[in-house]
């Protein structure tokens, strides 16, 4: 079965950094892409990166990118998003996703993991 697991969040001042872990299992990592994706309550699901261990692919939504930086440890099998300059509004539930191939991801998106909160505070 295809597990991923995100963890890392927790509460941050504004201005703060987190790293955020998706440990998976359960599949080729090397096949597949990994997306990061945040809900914040009474919000759409947003998709923030995602990066492809099968072609190198890579892309970073234009609300995060220069302060998310998404990346893969293959010997791990585990994929990071590295956020700076946290900002109150980048509250959210962060979750990981994979999919076969390469970036973006697309719906349908059938394997998500369990996500992590994040909360900043001013």
């Known amino acids: 079965d295809v597990q991923l697991q995100a963890s890392g969040g927790g509460l941050v001042q504004a201005g703060g950094s987190l790293r955020l872990s998706c440990v998976t299992s359960?599949?080729?990592?090397?096949?597949?892409?990994i997306g990061w994706f945040r809900q914040a309550p009474g919000k759409e699901r947003e998709g923030l990166a995602c990066?492809?261990?099968?072609?190198?692919?890579?892309n970073t939504a234009s609300s995060v990118k220069g302060r998310f930086t998404v990346s893969t440890d293959i010997a791990k099998n585990t994929a990071y998003l590295q956020m700076r300059s946290l900002r109150p509004e980048d509250t959210a539930v962060y979750s990981c996703?994979?999919?076969?191939?390469?970036?973006?991801?697309?719906?349908?998106?059938?394997?998500w993991g369990r996500g992590t909160q994040v909360t900043v505070s001013s």
């Open positions: 359960g599949f080729t990592f090397d096949d597949y892409a």
């Open positions: 996703a994979a999919q076969k191939y390469g970036c973006p991801l697309v719906p349908p998106i059938h394997d």
């Open positions: 990066i492809s261990n099968y072609d190198g692919s890579t």
